[in-house]
């Protein structure tokens, strides 16, 4: 009888999914810290970091140990910056990976959630994802293109974030530029760098679209229109990212098993501001 109870058991019980890590060297928070540091990052610094998990490998404490590993680098003067964007704070009429019927659409924009800084998530990975929960860290108040951070300047980056050129000026992009933060792309490349963003956006002639961000006041859900600039989709970021590298401007090096790259932010960004216009240029 006990072994027909276990066999039921080991039946009904879904098997557990083990990371296939053979031949994969193993990460560690140590040693994630002397690659970083062998890549440039020092104490002191204000590092705005993109990442992917990922491509760094198999990681021994995961996300934590990575973020451990970015606070440890960084010391007590250091000042660290994520991403903590949440597109899905959106109108749904936008959403193109999810079509819905006339009734759906109506109840998904009365329902959508709207943003809360304290708990709605990110999207822009786990190693963003577990920054934002982490002791100290603050948020800054952009629905949709909200930045964290945490450390001596980090009050002074995050606010204030109006709604309106969340990616432009007055932003926290226009002022981690203005401190020249330095720029980490942890396993991704230039098309995830939002400064790029920041860049065009001082271009007169730069892409521009319309942000709708849903708001309830007072049990009423209202919508709100503001400009902000366009997306690139892999159109232009990746060249600019090419060309900038070109220039000797870009320390590279393995994070683990990832691709990296750090740069100043003021020198991508006026690159980028220069290569864009003149795309642009050509495109009108």
């Known amino acids: 009888m ?3 109870i276990s066999e039921k058991w080991s039946q009904s019980i879904p098997a557990r999914r083990i990371p ?3 031949g994969i060297p193993l990460q560690t928070k140590e040693s994630i810290g002397a690659d970083l540091r062998r890549l440039g ?3 002191g610094q204000i590092l705005m970091v993109h990442s992917s998990l990922g491509k760094i490998g198999y990681v021994l ?3 934590q140990a990575v973020v451990h590993a970015l606070i440890e680098v960084l010391g007590r003067d250091g000042t660290l910056v994520m991403p903590a964007f949440s597109p899905e704070v959106s109108d749904p009429a936008a959403w193109s990976d999810h079509a819905l019927g006339e009734d759906e659409l109506k109840l998904a924009q009365d329902h959508v959630p709207a943003f809360d800084a304290a708990v709605t998530p990110t999207s822009m990975g786990i190693i963003a ?3 934002r929960n982490w ?3 603050l948020r800054s108040a952009h629905p949709q293109v909200s930045v964290t951070a945490r450390g001596p300047l980090a009050e002074r980056i995050v606010v204030p974030h109006a709604y309106a050129w969340g990616q432009g000026a007055g932003s926290p992009f226009e002022r981690l530029y203005d401190l020249n933060a330095t720029l980490l792309l942890l396993g991704v490349g230039f098309n995830r760098a939002t400064f790029l963003h920041f860049a065009e956006s001082r271009v007169p002639h ?5 942000r709708r961000i849903p708001i309830d006041e007072d049990g009423v859900r209202i919508w709100c229109s503001v400009p902000d600039v366009g997306d690139d989709l892999g159109t232009y970021f990746p060249r600019v990212g090419a060309e900038f590298s070109k220039a000797g401007q870009v320390s590279t090096g393995l994070v683990g098993q990832a691709q990296s790259m750090l740069t100043s932010s003021r020198a991508v960004v006026d690159f980028a501001t220069d290569f864009l216009s003149e795309a642009l240029q050509e495109k009108c």
């Open 129 to 131: 994802e577990t920054f």
């Open 206 to 210: 730069g892409r521009r679209k319309t």
């Open 61 to 63: 404490g995961g996300a």
């Open 135 to 137: 002791p100290d860290v």
């Open 20 to 22: 296939q890590t053979e």
């Open 41 to 43: 990052v020092s104490g």
């Open 2 to 4: 006990g072994s027909a």
